[in-house]
């Protein structure tokens, strides 16, 4: 009994703690080259986050109000892996719901990776993350002598006739 208290503290301690972390912005990404953790990891610590969140207090609460052993540990999971599940589907439907909401200036000067090669003169796309949103855009080179391959970064520069235009990431933007 004693030992699943323990894990039921430290699981509330992390699925809280992180949570909240999260949500003043400490994991927030400034922008930082090489700085993304690889998809399938962030979406597993998340799923792991948010069963901590509802295993940890649920089974304190269950503990505290004298259930025992696998009473305790049969609620405590259970609503683990619902809060989890719960909050991929909100998480799911929120990020489908911001993609539309975006105006075409708030990405100017963000940077993104290209998914579609840019050749000299002519479009591709960027995929561009925003307040957690990958968005896919159309792109073309600033400079049309310039091209661009796939998973290159560019920095978006200036919006006209429906496609952004880009330059490398790495080259300093000159105001003009």
Do not use: N
């Amino acid at each position: 009994m004693e030992a699943l208290l323990t894990i039921y503290i430290a699981l509330t301690v992390f699925g809280v703690g992180l949570t909240l972390a999260d949500l003043v912005g400490v994991f927030e990404r400034r922008g930082v080259a090489g700085a993304e953790a690889p998809v399938p990891l962030v979406s597993a610590l998340r799923l792991l986050i948010y069963f901590s969140l509802g295993a940890g207090p649920i089974g304190l609460v269950v503990s505290a109000s004298g259930g025992h052993g696998l009473g305790t540990l049969a609620w405590s999971a259970g609503s683990g892996i619902l809060v989890a599940l719960l909050a991929r589907l909100i998480g799911r439907a929120t990020q489908r719901r911001l993609e539309s909401s975006f105006q075409a200036e708030e990405f100017l000067l963000e940077e993104g990776v290209v998914t579609v090669p840019v050749a000299p003169g002519l479009v591709g796309k960027a995929e561009i993350r925003k307040y957690g949103v990958a968005v896919e855009v159309f792109i073309r080179a600033a400079d049309p002598a310039q091209a661009f391959a796939r998973g290159g970064r560019v920095r978006i520069i200036d919006y006209s006739d429906e496609c952004y235009l880009v330059e490398p990431a790495e080259e300093e933007h000159q105001v003009r």
